[in-house]
């Protein structure tokens, strides 16, 4: 019956679309796909904006949008688009391998990123998130996180060209680009926050302006604080508008207010825009701060869940070869949610950041223990089908210890104690730890903090360095590679941070630069020494061991089939407290079965074969590391895993 009445109601908008779209040629999958989707984008818009006298208006327009772009979309990516189609779950393979970097920071700019291509080839890397590369205020960016004009590359960094020149060029060499949408605010300098501050009602209904704290004082109740030491609350007056303006960010990040259809159509355009530029893949911000409640925190609620649903169902229309990334930095149960919610059967992103995962592994690295790391995966939710994590150790963000209070406790400890000791742990105010953090995020209401610091400074390379220690360094390397190898085989696609390949240490610099130094996430968006980078080819230097090491992991990672994300883990109970272990079957190939086992441990650790042999794995004698193709040493029927070492076992 809706079937019906949706196919009545697509054809009115298709009778109503511009001339220049209709006597446009080559349509045709435009028009098959939406088909397809009308029924569920027009129930999840109805859902969100049904109730509005310009309903069938914006709705005529969110069609005229998937369209244009249609239209702007080029032979090549339609091309993509359909190769894409047949092979859905192309990106689960395990021969995808990320990292994130700054374009600036990495390579000067956009041009300086394309010609040093090579070398994150030479790694193994094909997937590449060029973090934000738009136009903010400077000194007002937030790393690129305050955008003030959505369609225009920072001057600083290049220009559409570049972007399009770097998009062939990586599709040539068969890697994959990554770029950010900030989905969630503008920059108070984007022109519609201008004109919202000119007394344009038209922008600040794109806003949530209030003339007074009635409202505003209604959602702090409930509200967290995102950067409680900078920016306080989650308000900001505007003294030319004369209002105040809701800004969960920074001061000078205004949020977009989704409970009008002009943002969202005009977002999606944006989205639609950057897939037209050649991203494979688009980063969308802060997915959980979509739609606001008073009494609510403002997060996670079921309307942002229904945006990223339409979003997804608009571009399944226009660009289905492009894939969502998830940043939503939120608690475990609240994750999986987003890569599609059970109320409307609809799909949402299909990659997430596994924050939780990172955060467990900085947890284990502190406390010499994967209790707690066990612990978060098991109750890590089962995720969908056709969906991945993005595993990381560091990214341009702090680590916030956002794992769950009922994991701590089974672990055997008391969450806020727990909690403190990690922050004391990393940020050296532990005696015993040799980890060069910065405390990020303090909130003195809560007792809440963060940690900023490389990954490298974070594992204690930078103490050991500065002492002299060799032993140090070396268990520092050990360490680094111990929490790659986890990231490499844990399921899902890896994600490196730029510099954490040649153990780049804390950049310092941040101090000094005023519009910075109240940031500590600056101390670990480094830019690449070159030089230093160049003695990854001279045996026996620090970035050469870490190099290799690195390059061999991933190398051997892309041969495991058994490491594509077709939801085969098992985690294993091994009863030892220091060691992780977990078992990937591929379910396409009975017979290749992996078993990963790390040690957290600085001294050797042993696993008892009886026990893996009762779990159905190995038999004796049988058993291979693929990461160095050797048999690991056995000694007594106990396996044997050097301090901070690991596996990847088959038989
Ligand atoms: C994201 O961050 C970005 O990654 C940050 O770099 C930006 O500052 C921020 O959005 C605003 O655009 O929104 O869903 O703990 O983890 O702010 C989580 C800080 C986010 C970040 C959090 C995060």
Redesign the pocket.
Known sequence: MYEQVSHSLLNDILAKLDMEIIKQPKMRYFYTRLGANFYAIHSLFELLYGNRSDFSAQMQKLVETMARQYIDRSDELRATDLEREKEHSWFLSQKWVGMALYSDGFAEDLQGLKSKLHYLQELGINMVHVMPVLDCPPGKS?????VRDFRRIDERIGSLDDIDALSESMHRRDMLLTLDV?L??TSDEHEWAQRARNGEQMYQDYYYVFDNRDIPDMFEEAMPE??PETSPGNFTWDETMGKWVMT???NY?WDLNYSNPSVLIEMLDIILYWANHGADILRL?????LWKKIGSTC?NEREAHLILQLLKDCCQVTAPGVLFIA????APVEVTKYFGEDAINAKECEIA?N?TYMALLWDAVATKKAELLYRGIKSLPAKLERATWLNYIR????I?LGFDDSDINLAGYEPAAHRRFLIDYYTGNYTDSPARGRP??QNEKTGDA?ISGTLASLVGLESAIESGDEHAIDIAINIILLLNSMILSFGGIPLLYYGDEIGTLNDYNYQDDDSKQQDS?WVHRPSIDWDKAELRNRPGSVEFRIFTALKKLIAVRKEISAFADFNGRELLDVSNPHLLAYAHSDPRNNSSRVLVVGNFDATPQHLDLDMLQRMGFFKLGCIKDLCTGESPPIFNDQLAIPAYGFYWLSE
Do not use: K, L, T
């Open positions: 937030d790393g690129g996180y305050a900030v969630n605010h995102i950067f969960s960010f920074n990040q911000d802060a997915v959980a701060f997060q940043e939503a930095i939120v950041y924050a990214c341009h963000d702090d916030g990020f995020g963060r996430r």
